[in-house]
């Protein structure tokens, strides 16, 4: 049966709003506007049960902390322009709702998982707050060229990119970024094992890998077609941290490692 979540008006103080793996639970209707003073919501059901999230989620003007996992993405949420951190997780939802992502400009965290066929916005490059992104590219052949745009970028992470040919040529103009990762196997947000599925598509690392003098971890893991790491490597010299794993084509590394002291 549908159970409708609906707030009342006595909820109006509730400042952290948390409904995960209710797998009866399918509407969460338009009474979560009612929640003038929410700073965090946490939502979302596992398996094949969505959560239907009403639109007028938009009216949070206050939310700084969204997650959604296994439910709709209501086009509204661009409207939520205090957030800071968004994180959203679905097996087959495409993300087309979100292409007018520049409007979160508070937005300093992002993470999109789904393994459906869904293009990355456009303007990702807009978001000049961002510090962390994290994104499952299944079925990209391509980054957003805006990526590199990210001056503030600090942590990034590209997972499931068996389709993703190459990394931006320009990937050295992320001069802030202290961690990469390019992994071929599905994200998993704790990071287990069982995540160690799939193989990336990317063939080579751009030169301009040792432009990001402040990178201090690097991890390649399930690249099985990459033959080579840039000479590059050896300008890293704030790297503390470098896995290469699974990268079954990789001949050699270079002995510009050996200058990273």
């Not at 393994?115 to 807009?126: A, C, E, K, V």
């Not at 390019?182 to 030169?207: L, T």
């Not at 990459?226 to 050896?234: E, F, K, R, S, V």
């Amino acid at each position: 049966c549908e159970v409708c979540f609906d707030t009342g008006a006595g909820l109006t103080s509730l400042t952290r709003l948390r409904v995960t793996k209710c797998r009866s639970l399918q509407q969460m209707g338009d009474g979560i506007s009612k929640l003038t003073q929410l700073k965090c919501l946490e939502a979302g059901n596992t398996g094949f049960t969505v959560l239907n999230i009403s639109s007028k989620v938009g009216d949070l003007t206050g939310l700084q902390h969204l997650k959604l996992v296994n439910t709709n993405i209501p086009h509204t949420l661009v409207n939520i322009t205090s957030l800071e951190t968004l994180f959203i997780s679905h097996p087959s939802t495409a993300f087309s709702n979100l292409q007018k992502l520049s409007q979160l400009q508070y937005l300093s965290e992002l993470v999109l998982d789904s393994r459906t066929g869904y293009s990355l916005p456009t303007d990702l490059g807009d978001l000049q707050s961002l510090e962390h992104l994290i994104l499952s590219c299944h079925y990209n052949s391509a980054l957003a060229d805006s990526i590199t745009q990210l001056k503030r970028l600090q942590h990034m992470e590209i997972w499931d990119c068996t389709r993703l040919n190459s990394l931006p040529d320009d990937l050295g103009a992320l001069s802030g970024l202290t961690h990469l990762t390019v992994n071929g196997g599905q994200y998993a947000e704790d990071c287990s094992p069982s995540s160690a599925m799939g193989k990336a598509a990317i063939h080579r690392i751009p030169d301009s890998l040792g432009n990001l003098i402040k990178l201090q971890e690097l991890v390649l893991q399930h690249c099985p077609l990459i033959g080579w790491l840039p000479y590059t490597i050896g300008s890293l010299q704030e790297l503390v941290s470098l896995v290469v794993a699974d990268c079954g084509e990789l001949e050699g590394i270079p002995s510009q490692v050996g200058c990273l002291t």
